[in-house]
């Protein structure tokens, strides 16, 4: 029977270093344990720019950076029993399995691939249940994507099937993780305590580095080791759900400031953290160090499920442009601010503008326009500026306008401009609903490849 | 009493799920997060980040941990997807809660934090 199961994070998100995966792997390959490895690569809107891609060309909409991931990696998983789970499916689950399928026989490597769907919402029978929960969608014509969370069962079942890797698309992170738990220990499916804690250990490792070090450093207060190397988590998870969760060898450190941020990282009510699979409570927990880049973390459980499954909708959110223009020297703050001025009064009314002045307030503000109108309070005197206009709005033709006040700035603007860069690019806007769980219905399908 | 920016006593990170931002605010040393609750309270935070106009800002405390949790509502300008902020998510805001100055009374003048040379 086993007793403890490692599982390490290959990538927190879809731009994530694409080498970190590999020390992981060996990581694991060298404890000579029963181990897993996770890829998170699909952020809110990813999935919708992943369906964009499959209208586009059916064989697509996968993760694009998905063979360069496993091309490392795949061989010594597969053949060291080391489980890959991975939502890089995207918008195409089935095409990405094809993809590894294809990538195993290559190597000459036989595998199971475990493919889950049952998540797109975009058929006529999803689109109804979306309809009677939510009257805030936009128009059918307008969507781009919308997926329901799944949560860990359909990747118990893959696995229990003997598949080596398991492809999905929508997921909850952390089910990502907790599905290799479920299947290594036959945890029951209403343990809330245990599911709990499987939960929490998935969530500490969904976002890769965010555990181990990366997003953390603060020059003279919080420095990290070899931040350009930083290994990525491995958590080591008992039958009873208590976990360490340590690193891949390489820069990076774990220890209470690592795990307690991303403990409460996008964590709301830390009572009541939801998910398909358990409500998990972190309120109690506490974090213990063991030295070695090894953190314990204690007190963590669970509760029952929330009845319902939650469903990202992506639709067509018009087009976002941004304009840039520089100013330095004396009085550069003042006609960097008279620029922004003349550009609102010229363009189109029907539009949405913000303005920015990177090297004073490039981020702090807020799209009313209330900080700017306090510029003075908020930043420090400079001579060095750059003026960034956003327009946003549904009419391509409008917010090109806008745009093109930004470049006319070079001849008609205050003195002394320069450096003007412009982008416009297609939006994709999101909401979220609610819906009953008996309206979703994962599947699982095993696709065999042959070395 | 001297007053400090809390970047000299504890951490943060943010995280954002739609229009509602969460930052958590960890101390360094489990000594200052008595002061932390008592000084950096929903309507300080509420304060700090008002020209965002939060429609809620709620506090959650979690003493294990020496950690607070703030979730501050309607803060993003509608979030990634919506919000014209280079910033959409609102990932940098964790330094701004960190620039909150709070005063700090002498018997833990010793705790606060100062940059290797900036002494």
């Not at chain 1, 209470?256 to 996008?266: D, F, G, H, S």
């Not at chain 1, 990177?358 to 503000?365: A, K």
């Not at chain 1, 006319?408 to 982008?423: D, F, K, Q, V």
């Not at chain 2, 700090?48 to 979690?62: C, G, Q, T």
């Amino acid at each position: 029977m086993v007793e403890r199961l490692l599982v390490g994070a290959g990538a927190g998100y879809s731009g994530d270093r694409i080498d970190a995966p590999i020390a992981v792997v060996r990581d694991l390959k060298a404890s000579g344990e029963r181990a897993a490895i996770i890829f998170e690569t699909l952020g809110e809107r990813t999935l919708a720019l992943a369906q964009l891609r499959r209208r586009d060309h059916p064989q697509l909409g996968y993760e694009p950076k998905l063979k360069a991931l496993l091309t490392p990696v795949l061989k010594d998983c597969v053949e060291s029993g080391i489980a890959i789970v991975g939502n890089f499916g995207a918008a195409n689950p089935p095409a990405a399995a094809k993809l590894i399928a294809e990538l195993a026989t290559e190597q000459k490597v036989s595998a199971r691939i475990g493919v889950v769907t049952g998540d797109d919402m975009l058929g006529p029978e999803g689109l109804e249940v979306l309809r009677a929960s939510s009257n805030e969608l936009p128009d059918d014509k307008l969507l781009v994507s919308a997926n329901a969370y799944l949560g860990a069962a359909p990747i118990v079942e893959a696995l229990g099937e003997g598949a080596d890797v398991v492809v999905t698309g929508r997921v909850a992170d952390p089910s990502l993780t907790l599905g290799p738990l479920i299947h290594a220990f036959g945890w029951s499916y209403d343990d809330w305590h245990r599911l709990g804690q499987g939960t929490m250990a998935g969530h500490l490792l969904e976002c890769g580095a965010q555990v181990t070090g990366g997003y953390f450093a603060d020059p003279g207060f919080k420095d990290v080791p070899q931040p350009e190397n930083i290994g990525f988590p491995i958590a080591a998870i008992e039958r009873d759900a208590s976990f360490v969760i340590g690193k891949a060898q390489g820069g990076g450190l774990v220890d209470r400031r690592t795990v307690a941020e991303q403990l409460l990282y996008e964590v709301h009510d830390p009572a009541a953290y939801l998910t398909p699979d358990v409500t998990a409570d972190i309120s109690k927990a506490s974090i213990v160090e063991l030295g070695h880049d090894r953190v314990r973390v204690d007190g963590i459980t669970g509760h029952r499920k929330p009845d319902t499954l939650k469903v990202t909708v992506c639709y067509d959110g018009g087009f976002i442009a941004e304009g840039e223009i520089s100013y330095y020297g004396p009085n550069a703050l003042a006609r960097a601010k008279l620029a922004a001025e003349v550009v609102k009064k010229r363009s189109p009314k029907d539009i949405r503008i913000r303005c920015d002045i990177i090297g004073v307030l490039s981020v702090l503000g807020d799209d009313g326009g209330r900080a700017w109108n306090d510029l003075d309070s908020f930043g420090e005197p400079t001579t060095d500026v750059r003026l960034r206009v956003a327009f946003a709005g549904n009419d391509k033709a409008l917010v090109e306008r806008g745009l093109q006040e930004v470049e006319a700035l070079y001849c008609a603007g205050p003195a002394a401009g320069g450096g003007i860069r412009l982008s416009l690019r297609p939006r994709i806007a999101a909401t979220s609903c609610f819906i009953p769980r008996s309206a979703v219905k994962p599947k699982v399908e095993i696709v065999e490849a042959r070395s | 009493m001297t007053e400090v920016q809390l970047h000299a006593l504890a951490h943060a990170r943010t995280g954002d799920k739609g229009n509602r931002l969460n930052v958590s605010l960890i101390a360094y040393d489990p000594v200052l997060y008595p002061l932390l609750v008592e000084q950096v309270t929903e309507a300080a935070v509420a304060a700090r980040f008002a020209y965002r106009k939060p429609s809620a800002v709620k506090r959650y405390e979690l003493p294990n941990m020496y950690a607070l949790n703030f979730v501050l509502d309607d803060v993003l300008d509608g979030g990634v997807t919506q919000a014209l902020n280079l910033d959409s998510h609102g990932k940098t805001l964790s330094f701004h809660l960190l620039g909150l100055r709070i005063p700090v009374p002498e018997a833990l003048a010793k705790y606060v934090r100062v940059k290797p040379g900036d002494e």
